[in-house]
């Protein structure tokens, strides 16, 4: 019985014996996709100029009418990185310097920045334990008059309490853009996780369920919207001169273009997208079986109206019930074999960038500025749930990058389970 055997930890042996195989999700259709852009020699026909290429080539239009389709949603707006279209997206809700945007702490620092980016002020709000996502009692704790959004972020493979912020939204005028960077696919009240509020999108980096190496998908039912993000995607700036109507907030444009190559491959990896989610959906529900019995562990919650696309598998310690704090059991773990195991995710609001509200030159801009109406506060304690997770209760397995066989899932339960029969010698 595993259980009886000595933790490798203490000298035993290692349960997990063979590092698990990275997904390469890469074939042969997206290797031919990308060989036919290099033999047409057009590997971007984007033009910053009025016309039929404004909007790109053959595989990036193609790309975006396939999203939309697989998506449902009306429009679909290709970008370089997700940070882009995050910067995009909040740039298109015509954003005023000094506007507030609430956000979450738990997510990648790109979610606040792009607010810092227009000069915003984001208001960091905590987070539900049970999704990782935003809270919506703390959303409407953080409204001011200068509250111009909600940056929803769906965290780990699971969409936030839409029903909920969109109610909120409602009542106070606000915009809500989505962060759906590790939830593509993810359904939440039989609807896509991102195409719910009135932008978002999702990541197309190498660690995402698809990808183009680097990349981003903006989606939106917005006409207006819509026609905003393709403009600051391409050097709106540019070609604004002869349409004297043209509304120029925040119409500095960038070069924000995804290539033929990436679409093209964006194309293949889009039709593997529900086997692959369909994967780690069957992979967590094996873990969740050998590890829901375990004292002090709370497996990963999936709320009744979604679907949960495990970007990461996320747990929950009750350090009272294990008797043994985190890193502790993390090493253990780790000893085991399982070196993906990790006991921190981010608190955005304790990066330096916030704690030193220090983001453009040196003097403390943007909040040292007049348009910066109020002291945002970024102190410690904002944010207790959150705060509490990194520090004393969360544990997380970034899942999604392996490709877990059968005899994966079964060392990792009996991993936990070495680790938990033997707690009481990690006191
Ligand atoms: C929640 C979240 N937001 C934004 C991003 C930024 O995406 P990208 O790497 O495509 O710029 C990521 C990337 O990991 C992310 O996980």
Redesign the pocket.
């Known amino acids: 019985m595993t259980s009886e055997q000595a933790l490798a930890l203490l000298g035993g042996s290692k349960t997990v014996e063979k590092p698990f195989s990275k997904y390469n999700t890469m074939g042969v259709a997206e290797k031919e996709a990308a060989i036919k852009v290099i033999e047409s020699g057009n590997l971007s026909a984007f033009i910053a100029r009025h016309g039929e290429f404004f909007n790109g080539g053959e595989n990036v239009k193609g790309f975006e009418r396939e999203c939309e389709t697989f998506f449902n949603v009306k429009h679909a707006i290709t970008v370089n990185?997700?940070?882009?279209?995050?910067i995009v997206a909040v740039g298109a809700i015509d954003i005023e310097p000094g506007d507030e945007i609430i956000v979450s702490p738990w997510?990648?620092s790109?979610?606040a920045t792009a607010i810092l980016h227009w000069n915003a002020i984001p208001v960091f709000a905590d987070i539900e334990e049970n999704t990782f996502c935003l809270d919506p009692k703390s959303i409407e704790a953080n409204i001011t008059p200068y509250t111009k959004a909600i940056m929803v972020?769906d965290?780990f493979g699971q969409s936030a309490n839409m029903l909920e912020i969109m109610e909120i939204a409602k009542r106070h005028n606000l915009k809500i853009i989505s962060?759906t960077?590790?939830a593509p696919g993810a359904i939440y009240n039989g609807r896509h996780a991102g195409t719910i509020g009135d932008i978002g999108g999702f990541?197309?980096?190498y660690?995402?369920h698809i990808h183009t190496g680097?990349?981003?998908v903006i989606v939106t039912n917005d006409d207006g919207l819509a026609e905003k993000c393709r403009l600051i995607r391409n050097h709106a700036e540019a070609i604004l001169e002869d349409r004297p109507e043209a509304d120029l907030t925040n119409m500095v444009g960038y070069n924000f273009r995804l290539g033929e190559i990436e679409c093209a491959i964006g194309r293949e990896q889009l039709k593997k997208l529900p086997s692959l989610i369909k994967k780690r959906q069957d992979a967590a529900l094996k873990l969740n079986d050998g590890l829901k019995d375990l004292k002090g562990l709370q497996i990963p919650r999936v709320e009744p109206n979604s679907t949960h696309v495990y970007y990461v598998y996320s747990m929950i310690l009750d350090i009272e019930e294990t008797g043994v704090q985190k890193e502790k059991i993390a090493e253990a773990l780790r000893a085991e074999g399982m070196a993906a195991i990790s006991t921190k995710y981010v608190n955005v609001h304790q990066l330096p960038i916030f704690q030193n509200k220090i983001a453009y030159g040196s003097k403390g801009f943007p909040w040292s500025a007049d348009f910066c109406k109020r002291d945002v506060s970024y102190e410690k304690g904002i944010c207790p749930i959150a705060e509490n997770l990194q520090e004393t209760s969360y544990l997380g397995f970034g899942m999604c990058q392996f490709d877990l066989d059968d005899q994966d899932l079964k060392n990792i339960i009996s991993a936990f389970q070495k680790v938990w029969a033997n707690l009481d010698r990690l006191k």
């Not at 990185?81 to 995050?86: A, F, N, P, V, Y």
């Open positions: 990185s997700w940070t882009s279209g995050l997510t990648m790109a979610s972020v965290i962060d960077a590790q990541s197309l980096n660690h995402k680097e990349g981003g």
